[in-house]
């Protein structure tokens, strides 16, 4: 019999009721015996996911947002355990970064018939250690997680696209040097450092296009800070890949990201808030550090 483990986010917006639903299609297929647990506190989903892989559960889905899905990655990275995600959250950018536009009960069938696994890269977050499936940010991208947590009137990938608007308003900037596997990247007064991970970040900004999960590079973006009037047509630019030839954005890859700041960076890991910049973060590609379902065919 094989095991399948269910850690659900009570707390996310859209788990109401999807793990029980998941749980019943589950049980309903020969062979697999399911169980289902829910987080308490942040944090708690990385130990549940460590408990499963090291009980030999052969696969874990996290049901609820980017937060539960890179609490469990952290928690199975290394293992034999396999991932699948049932998204349950506002911008479900790690769901779609990974699996696309299947639907979930159409991945969670194929994991249960034995689809294949591939594994997938991982960034470690410096000083804390903490592993990252989106990756991490700090500037603009921050200051719209704040802002769309704090809003209780939108829902969805929409709450993104809200903050974003109210931070064209008024645009934060902060003063930092960023290197790049030891050479200089970037400088100044910045607006913007995104390393990553995905692609797509809140679910519909496409900042890091050339990104893959599996190629055992980071892909990096930053970007000048601008004030109000030209924030809006630097950032069109930028999504829309027209930035090639503006001096005030820098794209590159590599394996290692510095960013050294006298400042509290507002920073944000996978849609989380993060204050745990004490003068120097690092972040570090994690090659092959997780196996996850391919979905069908």
């Not at 539960?68 to 998204?87: K, N, Q």
């Not at 802002?147 to 900037?173: I, N």
């Not at 913007?192 to 990104?211: H, I, K, M, N, T």
Request: hydrophobic share 45%; glycine share 12%.
């Amino acid at each position: 019999m094989k095991r399948l483990r269910l850690i659900a986010n009570p707390a996310a917006r859209g788990e109401t009721g999807v793990a029980e639903i998941a749980a019943r299609a589950a049980s309903a297929h020969p062979g697999w015996e399911v169980e289902t647990v829910r987080t308490e506190v942040r944090g708690h989903g990385v130990l549940l996911a460590e408990e499963a892989a090291r009980k030999g559960v052969e696969l874990v889905a996290a049901v609820g947002g980017d937060g539960t899905a890179r609490e469990v990655a952290a928690g199975l990275a290394g293992s034999a355990t396999s991932m699948l995600i049932v998204p349950a959250g506002t911008g479900n950018s790690s769901y779609r970064e990974l699996f696309g536009m299947t639907s979930w009960t159409d991945l969670l069938a194929a994991a249960l018939a034995g689809a294949a696994v591939r594994s997938v890269d991982l960034n470690r977050v410096d000083p804390t250690g903490e592993l990252s499936l989106l990756g991490f940010s700090c500037g603009w991208f921050a200051q719209i997680v704040e802002l769309a947590a704090a809003d209780t009137s939108t829902t969805g990938a929409s709450k993104y696209a809200a903050a974003a608007m109210a931070v064209a308003a008024a645009p934060t900037s902060f003063e930092a040097e960023v290197e790049l596997d030891g050479a200089a990247f970037a400088g100044g007064r910045l607006g913007l450092v995104a390393v990553g991970g995905a692609r797509v970040r809140g679910g519909v900004f496409p900042v890091l296009p050339r990104s893959m999960l599996d190629d055992g590079r980071l892909e990096v973006l930053a970007v000048d800070a601008v004030d109000s009037a030209g924030f809006t047509e630097l950032m069109e630019k930028v999504i829309q890949g027209r930035d090639l030839d503006d001096a005030r954005v820098h794209r590159g890859q590599g394996r290692v990201l510095l960013i050294r700041s006298g400042e509290v960076l507002p920073a944000e890991v996978d849609g989380d808030l993060w204050d745990k910049h004490g003068g120097e973060t690092r972040v570090e590609v994690v090659p092959s550090a997780l196996k996850v379902v391919t979905g069908p065919d």
